[in-house]
């Protein structure tokens, strides 16, 4: 095993953390894989396998250190519709756990036309509204938080993910020079906050070594090479 000779800072070990787990639970899968965009991709993050109890209670717990090292500011969570549900959900717990408790909300696909009726459930939303999310492809699950929060009188005002996979949006079907997240970062203004990022993905590999770490490290660096994006952060 190739070991780094850079000593890694706390940031670092989470992430690292995090991929392991991601991979131990077979959420994170290396192959060949089409995207939404249509690419091919050497790697498959699927945030639904994440699908008992004790694997959404490790997330969580990864999410809350994540965000609570990233020092932003928020007043309550909201987890858009659907898998952002249980994360808002489970992150509220941890983060309550971890000392900072808040109010969360997330929102229905369709209105509820009896009952409190609408389509949001849970707290009021009010304040600087911090949205938990798996990943960001092309940023649209984001602006439609963003307007659902608008709407409400509150404030979108950062965005926490899994993973960030640092490469090209896509528009109309053709590849733009910014990733999802550098789009709601610096066109909407918001912060964003990821347990990991492609980069910390690319180290995890480098630091397994064997033929099938290497594999993978090459195949994954190569699609970086072609459709990664430069973090400006």
Not at 15 to 23: G, I, M, T
Not at 138 to 150: L, N, P, Q, V, W
Request: a neutral charge; hydrophobic letters at 45%; glycine letters at 10%.
């Amino acid at each position: 095993m190739v070991v780094s000779e850079k000593p890694m800072g706390g940031a670092d070990r989470l992430a690292q953390d995090f991929v392991q787990f991601a991979v131990d639970a077979g959420v994170l899968r290396f192959g060949e894989f089409k995207t939404k965009a249509g690419r091919i991709s050497p790697y498959f993050f699927n945030a639904g396998l994440f699908d008992d109890g004790a694997k959404m209670a490790r997330l969580s717990e990864f999410y809350a250190k994540a965000i609570l090292a990233s020092g932003m500011e928020f007043d309550m969570v909201f987890g858009p519709a659907y898998k952002g549900i249980p994360l808002a959900a489970t992150v509220a717990v941890e983060l309550a756990r971890q000392g900072k408790n808040v109010p969360f909300a997330y929102n229905r696909k369709e209105a509820k036309d009896h009952g409190e009726g609408g389509t949001l459930v849970g707290a009021p939303l009010k304040g600087r509204v911090l949205i938990i999310d798996d990943v960001m492809s092309a940023g649209t699950a984001a602006r439609e938080s963003i307007a659902i929060i608008k709407a409400a009188g509150a404030q979108p005002h950062a965005v926490a993910i899994a993973l960030d996979r640092q490469e090209m949006a896509t528009e109309n079907g053709q590849d733009v020079p910014h990733s999802a997240v550098q789009y709601v970062r610096n066109q909407l203004g918001m912060q964003v906050c990821a347990i990991a990022k492609l980069a910390d993905l690319l180290l995890y590999l480098e630091q397994q070594g064997g033929d099938a770490g290497r594999e993978h490290h090459e195949r994954v660096l190569a699609y970086r090479q072609r459709y990664g994006v430069e973090d400006k952060e």
